[in-house]
């Protein structure tokens, strides 16, 4: 029987979300799922996203598609903006799960997490950083990963979510 690698993904939430939209398509997160597993063995895929409640729908069926959400209070600008910046709370689970993987991917296109990178990249922990959009990726996570960077604007035929048609 083959050993199988314990691969990591660890997603900076919103950004994977707004760098997608940008692009102008949805992602299939059940779809990415799959791919992650199939593409990068990934055998758990954390998803650190701020926590509102209006949004349980979403979470719930996020948990039916076999992530593992980890949620972050989200705080209110004056102008009344909502912020939940998740990046220390990605770089500590990505550690705290250090010796429990085999390699890590990143998802995100946030330059903030070039240390960390930098660091999984030097010790042959990184597998991947994943990015939604190569316009918008940061040029200090680019040099980070160097050849283990993947833009995920070609991905589209992919991993968009098709609307269903209805059998009505």
């Given at each position: 029987?083959?050993?199988?690698?314990?691969?990591?993904?660890?997603?900076?939430?919103?950004?994977?979300?707004?760098?997608?939209?940008?692009?102008?398509?949805?992602?299939d997160y059940k779809?990415?799922r799959v791919y992650?597993?199939?593409?990068?063995?990934?055998?758990?895929?954390?998803?650190?996203?701020?926590?509102?409640?209006?949004?349980?729908?979403?979470?719930?069926?996020?948990?039916?598609?076999?992530?593992?959400?980890?949620?972050?209070?989200?705080?209110?600008?004056?102008?009344?903006?909502?912020?939940?910046?998740?990046?220390?709370?990605?770089?500590?689970?990505?550690?705290?799960?250090?010796?429990?993987?085999?390699?890590?991917?990143?998802?995100?296109?946030?330059?903030?997490?070039?240390?960390?990178?930098?660091?999984?990249?030097?010790?042959?922990?990184?597998?991947?950083?994943?990015?939604?959009?190569?316009?918008?990726?940061?040029?200090?996570?680019?040099?980070?990963?160097?050849?283990?960077?993947?833009?995920?604007?070609?991905?589209?035929?992919?991993?968009?979510?098709?609307?269903?048609?209805?059998?009505?």
């Amino acid at each position: 029987m083959q050993k199988t690698a314990r691969n990591y993904t660890f997603i900076d939430g919103q950004n994977l979300h707004l760098g997608i939209q940008s692009l102008g398509w949805k992602l299939d997160y059940k779809k990415f799922r799959v791919y992650l597993k199939e593409k990068y063995a990934v055998e758990k895929a954390y998803v650190f996203i701020g926590y509102l409640s209006g949004n349980q729908p979403l979470y719930t069926f996020l948990q039916d598609a076999g992530y593992i959400l980890v949620f972050k209070p989200v705080m209110y600008s004056k102008e009344g903006d909502i912020k939940g910046n998740v990046d220390a709370d990605l770089v500590l689970y990505s550690m705290i799960e250090y010796e429990n993987y085999g390699q890590a991917i990143i998802v995100t296109s946030d330059g903030d997490f070039y240390s960390l990178v930098r660091h999984l990249y030097k010790n042959q922990k990184l597998k991947a950083v994943m990015s939604p959009y190569v316009k918008t990726c940061s040029t200090l996570l680019k040099d980070a990963a160097r050849e283990k960077i993947v833009f995920m604007d070609n991905l589209q035929q992919k991993l968009a979510y098709l609307k269903r048609k209805s059998t009505a």
